[in-house]
């Protein structure tokens, strides 16, 4: 129960840390904490399953830098490991004349950001890409792929362990405080930390880093480091096509985005098992964890909505939730949606699927926090921490460039 460096959250960023930690510290004690009883079981067991290939994020910005490594990295991880994989590409479809512009300079970025192989295509190259979509003009990522984050994060652990780590399932942490230390905890320089658990066990560490999700605002708040950014969940629900009908899609197609709008909207995205989802919308969740319509947590929706942040983003996009609130009730409002780029989608076609929750941060002016937050704090317990306090899509294809980063950054804080 005693370690040098403790990883609270066995997602697949946690587990990436802890795992880089090791190969790098073999003669140090690691030990990964998770409060469920599995690992990658909130958003690294909920999300879409895509490596992307970075043509989104700002040039320059973390996320640009850490997506582009960190598919390169995840595309040599699995052939390392035999974990499967498909390298199915994506299509970013403009269907409008105003969109073509916007899509021009998607491509910009993506040169700026070193996506390889980015091209602009026509009308008659998407369907020869795509049959059954229609658009004016697309951005062609032939590097984009999909994968199953949560055999990855397996990986990661088995590789953490096999190098001396040890996992703790089934503890949560709900507080951290200075240790009393014996004069032997002294001398072994241990024992700085004492965070009691549900289960009332206490784990004894020298440093934590934590990669906690949708509760990364919790863990800094009690362990005396800043409360923002804030995490505000949005839970995304997909459809997915009935499997006669998988046909239809062979890579991912998605809407150009637009930057009025904080999220990118519907998307086509086949799945590792053949299956091809439709979504996700975004709506504020009523609970930090809660995947279906009707769940809800009476601290988790008083937080939200008593955060002045909140309000500030929903009043600048009142239009847009409203429609994406509308959208999530009636299924023929989403496949609409997606009748803009293969008319042939029928409400017949498609069945209700499965959702995830992204932990959304957010400051107190309403703005979505963009890209990757790093901090720790002050104090005895403060300056023996590291938190990442966001790590936004695409975390899972930058898990590995993020764990390099963290590792850089547990040196240089902890002089390990």
Excluded at 1 to 18: E, H, P, R
Excluded at 128 to 143: I, N, Q, T, V, W
Excluded at 281 to 287: D, G, I, Q, S
Excluded at 321 to 342: D, H, N, P, T, W
């Amino acid at each position: 129960s005693t370690f040098d460096v403790a990883v609270v959250g066995a997602g697949i960023v946690g587990l990436a840390s802890a795992r880089e930690l090791v190969r790098r510290h073999p003669s140090l004690a690691f030990a990964v904490l998770e409060k469920e009883k599995e690992l990658a079981h909130h958003q690294s067991g909920h999300n879409s399953g895509v490596i992307h290939s970075g043509i989104y994020y700002k040039p320059g910005s973390l996320k640009a830098k850490l997506c582009v490594q960190g598919a390169a990295l995840c595309y040599e991880y699995c052939d390392q490991k035999g974990i499967p994989y498909k390298q199915c590409g994506k299509l970013i479809v403009a269907v409008e004349q105003d969109e073509i512009p916007r899509l021009k300079a998607l491509y910009e970025r993506g040169l700026q950001n070193n996506v390889r192989g980015l091209k602009l295509i026509g009308a008659k190259e998407i369907q020869a890409k795509e049959p059954f979509c229609r658009g004016l003009m697309a951005l062609d990522s032939p590097y984009t792929g999909i994968v199953n984050y949560k055999q990855v994060a397996q990986s990661y652990a088995e590789d953490f362990q096999e190098a001396g780590g040890t996992i703790l399932t089934d503890f949560e942490v709900t507080n951290m405080e200075m240790a009393k230390e014996s004069s032997s905890e002294s001398e072994a320089g241990k024992a700085a930390f004492c965070p009691p658990f549900t289960t009332g066990e206490e784990i004894y560490c020298r440093h934590i880093v934590t990669c906690a999700g949708l509760y990364s605002d919790r863990l800094s708040e009690i362990s005396g480091c800043s409360p923002e950014p804030r995490i505000v969940p949005f839970r995304g629900d997909y459809l997915v096509l009935k499997p006669e009908k998988c046909y239809m899609v062979k890579g991912n197609i998605y809407p150009v985005p637009n930057p009025r709008f904080p999220f990118l909207g519907f998307h086509f995205t086949p799945r590792m098992d053949g299956s091809v989802w439709l979504g996700p919308n975004a709506v504020l969740a009523f609970k930090r964890e809660g995947y279906k319509l009707f769940d809800f947590s009476t601290g988790d929706f008083l937080d939200a909505v008593m955060y002045s942040g909140l309000w500030k983003l929903v009043l600048r996009n009142l239009s847009y939730g409203l429609s994406e609130m509308y959208r999530a009730c009636f299924l023929s409002a989403q496949v609409k949606q997606l009748q803009k780029f293969i008319p042939e989608v029928t409400v017949n076609d498609v069945l209700r699927g499965p959702s995830g929750v992204r932990a959304q941060a957010l400051d107190s002016d309403g703005n979505l926090v963009d890209d990757f937050v790093f901090d720790g704090g002050s104090g005895d317990i403060g300056s023996r921490i590291l938190h990442v306090r966001n790590a936004p899509s695409p975390a899972a294809t930058s898990s590995l460039a993020i764990a390099e980063m963290i590792a850089d950054e547990v040196k240089r804080r902890f002089e390990l």
